[in-house]
C-alpha cells in the first residue's frame, strides 16, 4: 500500500519538477550580483497596508520597520524599546523604563507619551485585536515621566510580555502618522523605530526599504531591501537563477516561493546558500467541528488523521527537511510535552472507524454514505504554495482508498484566512504560530473568532475548554499551568480538530557570501539588520 501511495506522490511532483527544470536549465546564470548594499527578495503578495495596527501588512516588512518594548528570543524575554521593566507582587502592573535617545524615523521622539498614544490607540480598536488575551487585560496606560510608562492590567496575565513582543499589534508608530489621534481608519506614514524605513511602494511591484543610519542599535551594513512581487514557483527561480532577485524565505503564511528541488539546484550551482531554522511550527489540516458537513463528526476526523502518509510527505515532498508531527505542538514548544495517544497512517484503521460511525460503502461506489448524504468535504489550499498542493493532492488520493472524497479548492491566503474567521470552510491547510507564540497564542485562538472557534465549537466539550483557557492564561503557579496545558491539548488531540502533518521550518535562500543569516522566535520575520555581505 505504502509503495502505491508513494508512486501516486512521485507523479504528482514529477510534472512541477520537469516544468522547473525544462525552463530552469536554459537561463544564463549571473548568481546573485551585487555590489554588498542591497538584497532583493522574492515575494508572492505586496507588503499591502503597513499600519501596524491592523493586519493586511506584511509580517517581514513590518518586522523591519516597527519595533515592540521587548523581544522574545531563544533565552526569553529581553529589552528592545525599554530597557528594563519591573512587575508588581500581585502580577498587576508592568512600569517600563525606556530606551534614551530613540527617534522615529521622521525625527520624532519615542517617549513615554508615544508609547502611551500607540497603546491606547490599539485598545480603542479592541475587537479587532481580540485573538490576543492581552488586549482584555489592559486597563491603562499611563505616563510616569518622559521615560517611564506604567501598564497596568486587570488581572495576572502570564503571557503578557511574549504578546507585548509580538510583531504587531503593539509596536510604535510615530505620533505624526495617526489619523485625529487614531490608527484604526487608516495613518498618515510608515514611521516607526526600527532599522529600515520604507522609502518607495509600487502595489502589486515592489517596495524599497533603506537603512535607518540613525538607528539605535546601530546603522544596519545592507543598506537597501528590495521586496518584489513575483509569481511563486518557476518565476522566482528563473529570477533567481538571473539574478533578478537574490534572496527568498518562507513567507508569513508558511509557504515558500520556490519548491525544494528549486532550492537544491540553486544551491548546487554554487551561487546560493540554503540556511533553515529549528522547528518553528506545525502545519497541519484545521478541521470545522460546527460545519454542517461529514467533518462535524469526530469520527470523520480521526479517520482522516489516519489517512495522512506523513512520512511519505516528509520525504517526498519536503524531501526529508521537515519532521512528522503526530500532535499540535512540536516537543521543544512550552508546556507540549504532553503523553497523547499517536494515531499513526493506517487506512484500514481508518476504514473500520467509518464503518463503526455508520458510514458505508453501497452496491460497489467509490464513496461512503450515510443517511443519504455522501462522505465528501472541501479541502482549502494556499494558491501560492506549491507544497499544500502537492500534499492536498497527495491526501485526496489516501483519502480515496478509504472512501472519503475530498474536493481540493486553492485561494489566496487572505481569502482562506477570512474562510477560518468566518466558519466557511470544511477543511483548511494551516499551521501553528510559532514558537514566540505557542502554546498560549494558537491555543488563545481557540475561543476567537477570528482564528479558531470555529474548529473548537462544534465539539463536545467546548466550554470546558475554553473554561480551561481562561484559567490557564491567568494562573501564576508553573504545575498549574503544566496540568491545565495538558487537559486542553488532550482535549483538542481526542477530538481531532487539528491534524498534523508535518513540523516546519523558515528556508531562506541566499547568495552564498551573506554572513549574519539568523532568524527570530516569531518565524514571522528576519533579523535583517545582523546581515552583511563579505
Known sequence: MRRKNAAVLSSIIAVCVLLTACSGGQAERSGSPNNGQELIYATAKDINDMNPHLYPGSMPAQGMVYESLVENTKEGI????????????DGKVYTFHLRKNVTFHDGEPFNAEAVKLNIEAVQRNAEKHAWIKLSTKIVSCSVIDEDTVELVLSEPYYPALEELSMTRPYVFLSPKDFKNGETKDGVNGYHGTGPYKLAEHQTEQYAVFEA????????PAIKKITAKVLPAGETTFLALQKGEVNFVFTDDRGTDSIDIEAMNSLADSGDYQLVRSEPMNTKMIVANSSASSPVKETAVREALWHAVDRETIRKQIFSGTESAAHT?????????KVDLAKRDFDLE??????????WQLRDGGEIRM??????????????????????????????KQIGMQLELIGEESASIANRRSTGDYDLLFNQTWGLAYD?????AAFTSEASYLHTTSGIANAEELYEKIEQVMVSSDDETRKALYKDILTIVHDEAVFIPITNGSVTVVAPKGLKGISFKQTQFELPFEQMAFE
Not at 529581553?78 to 507582587?89: C, M, R
Not at 499540535?328 to 507540549?336: E, H, M, S
Not at 502554546?439 to 491555543?443: E, V
Open 212 to 219: 535607518n543610519d540613525h538607528y539605535w542599535g546601530g546603522a
Open 349 to 358: 484503521k481508518a476504514k473500520t472507524i467509518l464503518e463503526n460511525a455508520g
Open 439 to 443: 502554546p498560549q497564542s494558537t491555543i
Open 78 to 89: 529581553k529589552p528592545l524599546l525599554a530597557e528594563s521593566w519591573d512587575i508588581s507582587e
Open 328 to 336: 499540535l505542538f512540536a516537543p521543544n514548544v512550552n508546556y507540549a
Open 370 to 399: 450515510k443517511d443519504g448524504a455522501p462522505l465528501a468535504m472541501k479541502l482549502y489550499y494556499d494558491v501560492n504554495s506549491s507544497s499544500q498542493k502537492s500534499q492536498a493532492e497527495y491526501i485526496q488520493s489516501t483519502a
